[in-house]
């Protein structure tokens, strides 16, 4: 099974302020990978598919790249509302692997 | 717009069964593969399994940690998918969602609201 090792696991930042999250996947993946945001009591919301296209309706400071192992997520001049977990998902192979999780808290 | 409506959460008991549907509507199902997701609480995501579209010859996989205990499947009639759960264990407590695979191949673009197993006696 491949494994997504999520970094960091937790975050403190500002409103302003950017941020990077990192997955790093046990194999090569190609841009097999996606990144979702979850609040508390909701369903994920994708961000980005294909390591780094922007799904549509997500807000343009979000951004993606990567590609083989290590991918990242970035959020630009960060909004109360960006305060949230962050999940990345490898759909490479199965069994479809998340990562851990990072949870942005506000500072 | 497409909406997904997960339910069928229960309390249950270990050791007894519980059936998941997942009820489509504004979209075509029968084009799409569907996977079910779960979160405990207060936990991280953890994907179940997936039926592949009829297309891909409805295939199903299934994570280790709930192969020969779960079974996914799909009526395109009704535009429903099941997630059939027996044997359930303490440790299947979580929501469970719902998803559409997109026809990109990459991600799950659509999501249900969640469903909740609670496994306790």
């Known amino acids: 099974d491949i494994q997504m090792t999520q970094s960091p696991s937790s975050l403190s930042a500002s409103v302003g302020d950017s941020v990077t999250f990192t997955c790093r996947a046990s194999?090569?993946?190609?841009?097999?990978v996606n990144w979702y945001q979850q609040k508390p009591g909701k369903a994920p919301k994708l961000l980005i598919y294909a390591a780094s296209t922007l799904h549509s309706g997500a807000p343009s400071r979000f951004s993606g790249s990567g590609s083989g192992t290590d991918f990242s997520l970035s959020i630009s001049s960060l909004q109360p509302e960006d305060f949230a977990s962050y999940y990345c998902?490898?759909?490479?192979?199965?069994?479809?692997?998340f990562g851990q999780g990072t949870k942005l808290e506000i500072q | 717009e497409v909406q997904v409506l997960d339910s069928g959460g229960d309390l249950v008991q270990p050791g007894r069964s519980l059936r998941l549907s997942c009820t489509i509507s504004g979209a075509t199902f029968g084009d799409y593969s569907w996977s079910w997701v779960r979160q405990a609480p207060g936990k991280g995501l953890e994907w179940v399994g997936l039926i592949r579209s009829k297309t891909y010859g409805e295939t199903i996989e299934y994570a280790a940690s709930v192969k020969g205990r779960f079974t996914i499947s799909r009526d395109d009639s009704k535009s429903i998918a099941y997630l059939q759960m027996t044997s359930l264990k303490a440790e299947d407590t979580a929501t469970y969602y719902c998803?559409?695979?997109?026809?990109?191949?990459?991600?799950?673009?659509?999501w249900g609201q969640g469903t909740l197993v609670t496994v306790s006696s």
């Open positions: 194999e090569r993946i190609r841009n097999y």
């Open positions: 998803t559409r695979q997109s026809v990109r191949g990459y991600d799950y673009d659509v």
């Open positions: 998902l490898q759909t490479y192979n199965t069994p479809h692997t």
